[in-house]
T-cell receptor, first 114, second 112 residues
Framework: DTGVSQDPRHKITKRGQNVTFRCDPISEHNRLYWYRQTLGQGPEFLTYFQNEAQLEKSRLLSDRFSAERPKGSFSTLEIQRTEQGDSAMYLCASSLILSYNEQFFGPGTRLTVL | DQQVKQNSPSLSVQEGRISILNCDYT??????FLWYKKYPAEGPTFLIS?????DKNEDGRFTVFLNKSAKHLSLHIVPSQPGDSAVYFCAASVVDGNKLVFGAGTILRVKS
């Protein structure tokens, strides 16, 4: 399977703990995006990378959130001191630069903060 | 503020009939529109798109119509099949934009 993969698929944590999610994009895609989806809503943009550079961050991405894409391949999204309001589906997507509108999504990581 | 709105949370259609899903937007800078389909426990899957320079795009059973003056687009599925049952998201982006803005989604149920 050469699609976008995410790990883990599910994460349950206690409030105040740190969590880290991983995304592996489609191999030739130079853009990588993170979105968050809460119940009853569509995905909301968090941040995106072009190769290893993080080029845009949403206001939704508080100081407790950090994302990296160190070698321009996989990416990690870390949430520090999790809060119950962080419970959501975290989606990763990737695209080619010239086809930036056509983003291919992974299956997501569902985070539950108790 | 919600720039992309899907006002119908759900739609139920008989197999073989037409499904029409609607989407309204407020940002006149949007120049590209997409529809994604999402099954439970999977990520959204790209379905069809349309540029603002067109008013119609067709791909097999799926057709998207864009009415720029009304800031409205719709997705037509003909004929509808039970396998089309999913959540459908409308999304939009601006020129040289780097993110998609999604609506809240419409749950489509196709009854056999």
């Amino acid at each position: 399977d050469t699609g976008v993969s995410q790990d883990p698929r599910h994460k349950i944590t206690k409030r105040g703990q740190n969590v880290t999610f991983r995304c592996d994009p489609i191999s030739e895609h130079n853009r990588l995006y993170w979105y968050r989806q809460t119940l009853g809503q569509g995905p909301e943009f968090l941040t995106y990378f072009q190769n290893e550079a993080q080029l845009e961050k949403s206001r939704l991405l508080s100081d407790r959130f950090s994302a990296e894409r160190p070698k321009g391949s996989f990416s990690t999204l870390e949430i520090q001191r999790t809060e119950q309001g962080d419970s959501a589906m975290y989606l990763c997507a990737s695209s080619l630069i010239l086809s930036y509108n056509e983003q291919f999504f992974g299956p997501g990581t569902r985070l539950t903060v108790l | 503020d919600q720039q992309v709105k899907q006002n119908s949370p759900s739609l139920s259609v008989q197999e073989g009939r037409i499904s029409i899903l609607n989407c309204d937007y407020t940002n006149s800078m949007f120049d590209y529109f997409l529809w994604y389909k999402k099954y439970p426990a999977e990520g959204p899957t790209f379905l069809i798109s349309i540029s603002s320079i067109k008013d119609k795009n067709e791909d097999g059973r799926f057709t998207v119509f864009l009415n720029k003056s009304a800031k409205h687009l719709s997705l037509h599925i003909v004929p509808s099949q039970p396998g089309d049952s999913a959540v459908y998201f409308c999304a939009a982006s601006v020129v040289d934009g780097n993110k998609l803005v999604f609506g809240a989604g419409t749950i489509l149920r196709v009854k056999s």
